[in-house]
């Protein structure tokens, strides 16, 4: 089943922990990102990688690093820089056609 | 960042209704224009398309229409049922833009049986 699945659905994170978001999709597209969704808000750009090996940071950066090692994955990992990590993260992919497809999410929380 | 607003951040309509959900964008460059649905907990999904090139496009009950001149573009459900509820985003990018979609708020819809 083609797609792009996120792991794990809900997560928590102790104050001052690192935690890692997995993403990986068998689309074979080449873009890849991540975006985070306060309550009541639209979706934010945190990252995005056009090409294995390269990134760009996107508007809410700071807090957060990914790596691009292989074109199916992409994770995320939310760092104790984040001050304020409590959110719905989504991962979503594009190929040529430009539309993005998008994973379940993942629900971070911090305890 | 991009400026991609909905004029409305909610919109309750009767079953059987047809809704109109408004979306603005402020980048003249933008070429491709994308609405998704997303369902209360889970990752937006793709419902219908539009390129610059083309002023509407339908799908099976959705009419997309573009508006380059005023930068308006608008999401038409006919015969809204329950399970339209969900809230609604226009997403827009440019090809120099490196890919990336530019979200707006987003709009609520509420089905009312």
């Known amino acids: 089943d083609g797609g792009i699945t996120q792991s794990p659905k809900y997560l928590f994170r102790k104050e001052g922990q690192n935690v890692t978001l997995s993403c990986e999709q068998n689309?074979?597209?080449?873009?890849m990102y991540w975006y985070r969704q306060d309550p009541g808000q639209g979706l934010r750009l945190i990252y995005y990688?056009?090409?294995?090996?390269?990134?760009q940071k996107g508007d809410i950066a700071e807090g957060y690093s990914v790596s691009r090692e292989k074109k199916e994955s992409f994770p995320l990992t939310v760092t104790s820089a984040q001050k304020n990590p409590t959110a719905f993260y989504l991962c979503?992919?594009?190929?040529?056609?430009?539309?993005?497809?998008f994973g379940q999410g993942t629900r971070l929380t911090v305890v | 960042g991009e400026n991609v607003g909905l004029h409305l951040p909610t919109l309750s309509v009767q079953e059987g209704d047809n809704s109109i959900i408004n979306c603005a964008y402020s980048?003249?460059?933008?070429?491709?224009f994308i609405w998704y649905k997303q369902e209360s907990g889970k990752g937006p999904q793709f419902i219908i398309d539009?390129?610059?090139?083309?002023d509407k496009r339908q799908g099976q009950r959705v009419t997309v229409l573009l508006n380059k001149t005023v930068k308006h573009l608008s999401l038409q459900i006919a015969a809204t049922q329950p399970g339209d509820s969900a809230v609604y985003f226009c997403?827009?990018?440019?090809?120099?833009?490196?890919?990336?979609?530019?979200f707006g708020t987003g709009t609520r819809l509420t089905v009312i049986p």
């Open positions: 689309l074979n597209h080449d873009a």
């Open positions: 979503a992919s594009s190929g040529q056609g430009r539309r993005a497809f």
């Open positions: 997403a827009e990018t440019h090809q120099t833009g490196a890919n990336n979609l530019f």
């Open positions: 990688s056009q090409i294995v090996n390269d990134f």
């Open positions: 980048n003249s460059a933008s070429d491709y």
């Open positions: 539009i390129r610059s090139n083309m």
